[in-house]
Each structure stands twice: as structure tokens, then as C-alpha cells.
């Protein structure tokens, strides 16, 4: 005996687009979800271990190491607040804030005006262009002690070629030597040798907008300068926005190895950064509490100004973020 079909029934079991049970989709989704997360947690593992062992577990140790007296020979004296209570009434330690806070105010405008200017001059079509852009690159891939002893050779009094150069028109001084002109020289040494790295960096920015938006620019007859007024510089606040923060936290906590190599310091303290006098005061004199709760006391410094840098400019998002 047969039992009579519908046209309907036969129709939904033979159509190919029929859809699985109830349930089925949003189970496979859920469980690629589930796989791409955990996917995405085993790629970051590597990195969050990494981080956790050299900066997070350093940082926990130097915080409580700065409530201690450390003699370098093992002992471990307790001393409650007394390394921050000494580090504030300290004047070697507030003369190096200060001059550490000169150093990123000059630095930091400088360095990011002449990186952004050489990306916009290495973006130009150009002959020999990709010539230009590895020859600002260079400097950035060769060991800082190197550029260092380079270009301390090249500031020695009367013989150096930079000294040369300025005494042919007239101008003597003694770059290195005289505490007027020594932090300014560690200055420029620094921009030469980074600002091959963030031009890259700016580069990549600029090749990321649109080429349409500067055509329609120049049909309106915008020029260079309200180009880019108009389109590259609020196009480029995210790029802007990493190069002033990572510039800014370099200057505050880097700078230790081109300073020793330079003129350790001097002369007369001079160049003696935060970071070098906290450097001083661990490994020559053994004074790793006082450093440690020096440390700590730039830690928190830097996470202010980097507070200050996101409120003020927003993250780098734009206006309609």
C-alpha cells in the first residue's frame, strides 16, 4: 500500500537550497567563533609571554626592590619610603628631570618635522628615489655605539670634520666640550640617527591615502601647501599620533648608550639625562634601591605624559570616529 505525496513535500526534499535543521547554522558559527578565538589567543601567546618575563615581571621586582637598601652585595635592607623621600630631595636627580624634559621638548618637534618632511620628499616621483631613501634609512641599522664613536670623532676639538667645517667660516667651538653646546649636539646626533625610521614610517602613512584625493585637488587647483594642509596632514593624525607617542617615550626612557659614547654625561652634567643618572647611581655607584625607586618614579611619569598625548590628541582617531 503506498501513502500519496504532495507536490510541496516532494518539492522541499529535492530542492537543493534547502536549508540544515534548526539550530545547525548557528552552532557552526558559534564554533568558528569559538576556533578563530582561540587561534587569535595562541598567536598572542608568544609575544604576552615574552612581555610578561623581560618587562612585567622586571617591573613588579623593581618597584619592590625600591623600597630597599641594595648594597650589590647581597643585602637587602628594608627602608620603607626613604629611596623616594631621598630622590625628592635630591638636586642632581630634579637638575636631570629638568634637563630631561628640555631634551624631549626639543627633540620630540624636531625629530617628528624632519621625518615627516623627508617621507613627503621620499614619496615624490623623482630620479633615483629609492637612492635617497635608503641613504636616510641607513643610519637607523647601524649599531648606536658605532654612530656614536663616529660621530664623536667628528666633534673632537680642532681636528673633528664638523669642527673643521665651522672654524672655515669662522665659527669655534668645542661641541662636545662645552656644557652650551653638548646637549644640543646629543640633539642633533639623535634625529640624524632615527629619523630614517620614522620617515618610514610616515611614508607608509602618505602611500596609505587614496591617490584620487590628490587628483581632485589638483583639478581644483589646490597647490602643494593646500594639499597638504587638506588632505595629508588630517589623513595622517593615526601615523602622527604613534610617531609622537613612541618619539616621546623614546626621549624620556632611551638615549642611555649614545650619551655614554658622547661625552658620559659631562661636561658638567650637562647631558646627564634621568635615565643616565638612574644608570649612575645603579651600576657605578650601587645604589640599585635609590635607581629602582628612581625607575618606578619614570614609569609613572611616562604613563602621565602618555595619558596627556592620548587626551590631547584624541588616539589619532578622526573627527567622526
Known amino acids: 500500500m503506498t501513502t500519496a505525496t504532495s507536490p510541496t513535500d516532494a518539492a522541499d526534499r529535492s530542492s537543493p537550497t ?29 609575544d604576552a609571554i615574552g612581555l610578561l618575563i623581560f618587562l612585567g615581571i622586571p617591573m613588579v621586582l623593581t618597584f619592590v626592590l625600591s623600597f630597599f637598601r641594595v648594597n650589590g652585595f647581597g643585602a637587602y635592607d628594608f627602608v620603607g619610603f626613604a629611596n623616594f623621600q631621598r630622590m625628592f630631595s635630591d638636586p642632581q636627580f630634579t637638575s636631570s628631570l629638568l634637563r630631561s624634559l628640555v631634551y624631549i621638548v626639543i627633540l620630540v618637534p624636531l625629530l617628528f618635522v624632519v621625518s615627516l618632511a623627508l617621507a613627503i620628499l621620499v614619496t615624490k616621483k623623482i630620479p633615483m628615489i629609492g637612492v635617497f631613501r635608503s641613504a636616510f634609512f641607513v643610519p637607523y641599522v647601524v649599531s648606536l655605539v658605532v654612530v656614536g664613536l663616529v660621530w664623536q670623532f667628528m666633534l673632537t676639538d680642532k681636528v673633528g670634520v664638523v669642527s673643521r667645517l665651522f672654524s672655515g667660516i669662522g665659527v669655534e667651538a668645542s661641541w662636545l666640550g662645552d656644557p652650551k653646546y653638548a646637549l644640543a649636539s646629543v640633539i642633533v646626533v639623535t634625529v640624524w640617527y632615527q629619523m630614517g625610521y620614522y620617515m618610514i614610517i610616515f611614508m607608509a602613512g602618505i602611500q596609505d591615502i587614496p591617490k584620487e584625493y590628490y587628483e581632485a585637488a589638483t583639478i581644483d587647483g589646490a597647490g602643494g ?30 638615549g642611555l648608550d649614545l650619551i655614554y659614547v658622547l661625552t658620559k654625561g659631562g661636561p658638567a652634567n650637562s647631558t646627564t639625562l634621568v635615565i643616565f643618572y638612574i644608570f649612575q647611581q645603579a651600576f657605578q655607584y650601587g645604589e640599585f634601591g635609590y635607581a629602582a625607586a628612581m625607575s618606578t618614579f619614570l614609569v609613572l611619569v611616562m604613563l602621565a605624559i602618555s595619558m596627556v598625548i592620548f587626551a590631547v590628541t584624541r588616539g589619532g582617531r578622526f573627527d567622526n570616529d
Open 18 to 46: 534547502a536549508g540544515p535543521p534548526a539550530g545547525t547554522a548557528g552552532g557552526t558559527t558559534s564554533e568558528r567563533r569559538r576556533r578563530e578565538r582561540r587561534a587569535g589567543w595562541l598567536f598572542v601567546l608568544p
Open 225 to 254: 601647501w593646500a594639499s597638504f594642509k587638506s588632505i595629508t596632514w588630517p589623513l595622517l593624525r593615526p601615523t602622527s599620533f604613534f610617531v609622537l607617542l613612541t618619539t616621546t617615550i623614546a626621549a624620556l626612557t632611551g
